[in-house]
């Protein structure tokens, strides 16, 4: 007789207008670290209509668990359904939709992690640092931006994914950059 199936990740769904208020609260008392999505409130149909708006939530437990106990701590905060997650980094990106450019794209500034939870650690790949980079040559150029502190900081209060960016390895190439195109006008004039 074989055992059921044991997993480490889960993810459900909340609806707020069915929740209790505290839902947060009730699941952050699991002491389980988890990642609620923003709200999905465009999410639409492939008739165009808007979903009933809800919160994805992913759960990460330390040790193997079966459905049915991942199952009874969703129930504890009226998380609807229980699936099991095979990849967190792609549960988690899906959270705001940053693989499919056809869905809504949810802003991770409005991502909440719980218990140690590290949704930027999770869904970081190495492709997204150099996006980031091309963004902001980009945006410097729009902009007129030659300061490497006022790139950093407009990256810190607007564009998170560019502040991990020059937070982790990006800092180089931009100072670099933004060194060359200073240069660049000070030769032309």
């Known amino acids: 007789m074989s055992r059921p199936r044991r997993h480490k990740n889960f993810g459900t769904i909340v609806y707020p207008e069915s929740a209790p208020d505290n839902w947060r609260q009730l699941l952050s008392e699991l002491k389980v670290p988890a990642i609620i999505s923003p709200l999905h409130d ?8 808007i979903k009933k708006p809800h919160f994805h939530v992913l759960i990460m437990y330390d040790s193997v668990k079966s459905l049915e106990q991942a199952k009874e ?3 504890s905060f009226s998380g609807v359904g229980c699936e099991v997650v095979r990849s967190i980094r792609g549960y988690a990106r899906y959270l705001i939709h940053a693989d499919d450019p056809n869905k809504y794209q949810y802003s991770p500034n409005d991502i909440v992690e719980l218990n140690g939870a590290d949704f930027a650690h999770i869904t970081r790949l190495s492709t997204d640092k150099y996006r980031a980079i091309s963004e902001m040559m980009d945006y410097c ?6 300061s490497y502190a006022q790139l950093l900081e407009i ?3 607007t564009n998170y994914s560019w502040f991990v960016a020059l937070c982790d390895n990006a800092t180089i190439v931009m100072k670099e950059y933004l060194k060359s195109r200073t240069w660049e006008i000070e030769k032309k004039a």
């Open 73 to 75: 701590d969703i129930s």
């Open 42 to 49: 465009r999410d639409t149909t492939e008739d165009g209509e």
């Open 155 to 157: 990256a810190r209060n």
């Open 141 to 146: 150029i729009e902009h007129g931006i030659y």
